[in-house]
């Protein structure tokens, strides 16, 4: 009898930080309550001027997560390949400091790598959080698109960063265009749409905080 292949791989998540000691607790801890177990954290820190190091210092006992800070401020997306780098997991997921995930997110996303191993990116739905009255809505409430989209992300994006799950090996054709503040993951998705089959998870996965600051 054949012995059966666990799929277990090991997901780097990246949150890049800049001055998020307001909210980056949260979503730390919405990684380490996670139900998937086999991740690390990788932390890169935008040369932060607030109080984010005193709170991240706290995990530092924690060796699932790892720590690195600019000696600069450097524009979003060119931080976010620079995380990428220190990456060693065979997939990669990205959750910004002010929103967090549902403690199922990665174990649920896994779960369907599994029975789908050709493809190389997934995203799901999530939630809007509105911080002003604490109040939760469902992103789409219309059936997110699957296999080749890059008419459909054109037409009306719809595959928000935070719920994404990237195989590494993507990230050696691609980047993310290191001179964008805004609409980077936009670009990046199109440009990988071009030659990937992309599905979804219909189930909301992850809170995006909707608040004044949000870029």
């Not at 780098?85 to 990205?94: H, L, N, Q, R, V």
């Not at 002010?98 to 739905?125: A, E, G, H, R």
């Not at 799950?165 to 936009?186: P, Q, V």
Request: glycine fraction near 2%; hydrophobic fraction near 40%; proline fraction near 1%.
């Amino acid at each position: 009898m054949k012995k059966k292949i666990i799929f277990n791989p090991l997901i780097s998540i990246i949150i890049n930080c800049h001055n998020a000691s307001n909210y980056i607790l949260e979503s730390i801890n919405s990684v380490l309550k996670q139900s998937y177990s086999n991740w690390e954290l990788i932390i890169f820190d935008n040369n932060s001027t607030d109080k984010t190091f005193s709170i991240i210092k706290k995990f530092k006992k924690n060796n699932k997560i790892r720590y690195f800070k600019s000696k600069i401020f450097l524009n979003l997306y060119h931080a976010r390949n620079l995380a990428v780098k220190k990456s060693k997991g065979e997939f990669i997921a990205f959750l910004d400091a002010d929103d967090w995930w549902t403690k199922d997110k990665l174990k649920k996303q896994v779960d369907f790598l599994s029975k789908n191993k050709n493809i190389n990116v997934i995203y799901s739905n999530l939630y809007l959080f509105d911080e002003r009255n604490n109040k939760k809505k469902i992103f789409s409430n219309d059936k997110l698109y699957n296999g080749k989209i890059t008419q459909e992300l054109l037409n009306e994006f719809k595959m928000p960063i935070l719920t994404t799950i990237i195989r590494k090996k993507i990230f050696k054709k691609h980047r993310f265009e290191k001179n964008y503040n805004i609409i980077g993951d936009f670009d990046f998705f199109i440009k990988i749409s071009l030659s990937e089959k992309i599905l979804s998870i219909q189930e909301p996965l992850a809170y995006y905080r909707v608040h004044s600051s949000s870029m």
